[in-house]
């Protein structure tokens, strides 16, 4: 019998919910209902490959480590970062752009050692010996540069700080950071906090914007300027994965153990701690420009500048809010409301007399009712998990997401072969070469793998996405626009198909006209780029 054909819109119509360096490592003591969920099948049985293309795949993979460590020893011999993202710009697929980056920055320890050994586990510490590793990412006289050329508030963009005596104190004042106030502060002993170097760094933002995508997670970033001999903030723990990339001079740091395993990957920062409270250093070290030490949410730390030299780094960071119990907080409720309406025993009332043996005032007594309304509850929440719309909710999830992200800063080559590099100008008293013209042989593709991601409100279906987010946190609502029901099926196509170019006119539309439409709206969003640049029409 032959199987009827669905489209992608009517699925999402059905959706549940709207040198070689030295490294140190500290010791360190649903089964869903079945149901389309958001337009995504279930997948199907992964055949077993076959050992030829498991042997491809390995040497692939060994290609790809070794043109890391490439790159990583280019740049210890002087080369730079710039050097390094010009050499990244040159691979096409953005995963793969990601994930070399991500292993620049912790070389020599590969990347899935990384994630197996380290990562939410304990600190790591890489020392380089190599002052210019990480130049080029970020420095003082950039930094007073920005003070000069943008617009920099106090508490917004800049704190200034100190720790003396036990005492956290901000010092900051209402206004504009000016060089000659700041400074002033540095002079006097006091450290500087900037707190989205990727609104005024260009260099800053790219790298955030690559790093994202190999975590799925919003990438951030704070630098941190401190005076010879002083400390700048009091002991404490974040509720984010730090990377600590020490820049210029060095600093003495602590890092300490969570005090409780409440404290194990935290929800939320702590607030700040007495010396008296925080035990005793898992890693005392000093970092030099060029090392990095990483440390999971948690871990208490503290640093401080020695005499002879100030200290410039910057903390990039990610995985807030990124937890198992991050998504269920979306599941649960979502579950709840769908076993509400379609299964009875979630409507049948409590028992009359629940409250008489029931409560914090009655949990010391031995009364049968209570293990009978205890297995009740149990058995309840067993079921619970069948309603679990898991996908819709990781949508809901990615919606989130998408909002966190930097846009994506374009290679030389995406931006000419987008509307970025769209000949149309104003010349002569008028505007000129407005025509360029999406065929059907039109190769096209997604400018990055994660810039875009179909979700349903249970009414339409919406394409979220990053293009055109701010480089300032939240400035601006989530970017997104309703897909309609003829362009579902392609849109869908497009996103699977990257990171390889695809017609226009092997989009899955029926009519032709609605495959160069979608095409012409996705690059007018810029959201997507052709193979090569657009001619006139």
Known sequence: MEKKHVSAFALYQNALLASTPEVKTSTVKITAKKRKENGIQPPKSIKKTKRKQMGKQVIKAAQREKSVERLAEEVQCGEGLDALLSELAKV??????ASKLFQWLIHPIPSKSFFRDTWEKKPVLIKRQNPDYYTGLFSTAEFDCILRQDDVQY????????????????????????????????????????????????????????????????????????????QGFAPHYDDIEAFVVQLEGKKHWRVYNPRSENEVLPVVSSPNFSQS????????????????????????????????????????????????????????????????????????????????????????????????????????????????????????????YLHDCLPPVLTAEERASSVQGAPSRWQDGEAVDMGVAIRGQTRVRLVRSGIARLCSDGEAVWLYYTADNSRVYHKEEPKSFEIKAEHTDAMEFLIHAYPKFVTVGSLPCELAEDKVSLAELLFERGLIHTAEPLQRS
């Open 92 to 97: 096409s697929n953005s995963r793969e752009r």
């Open 155 to 230: 508490g917004v963009n800049l704190d200034v700080t100190s720790y003396t005596n036990g005492k956290r104190e901000t010092h900051n004042p209402p206004g504009r950071a000016l060089p000659f106030t700041v400074w002033d502060f540095y002079e006097s002993g006091c450290s500087l906090r900037m707190l989205n170097p990727q609104a005024f760094s260009s260099t800053v933002w790219n790298v955030l914007s690559i790093l994202q995508e190999h975590f799925g997670s919003m990438a951030g970033a704070n630098v941190y300027l401190t005076p010879p001999g002083t």
């Open 277 to 400: 409270e925080i035990g005793k250093p898992i890693l005392d070290v000093v970092l030099e420009a060029g090392d990095l030490l990483y440390f999971p949410r948690g871990f208490i730390h503290q640093g401080d500048c020695l005499s002879d030299a100030h200290s410039l780094h910057i903390t990039v960071s990610s995985y807030q809010t990124n937890s198992w119990g991050n998504l269920l907080a979306k599941v649960v409720p979502a579950a709840l409301e769908m076993a509400m309406e379609d299964d009875v025993d979630f409507r049948r009332g409590l028992p009359v007399d629940y409250l008489t043996y029931m409560g914090v005032q009655n949990s010391d007594k031995e009364d049968p009712r209570r293990a009978q309304f205890l297995s009740k509850i149990e058995g309840l929440m067993k079921k619970l998990s069948t309603f679990a719309p898991v996908d819709a909710a990781v949508d809901q999830k990615a919606r989130d």
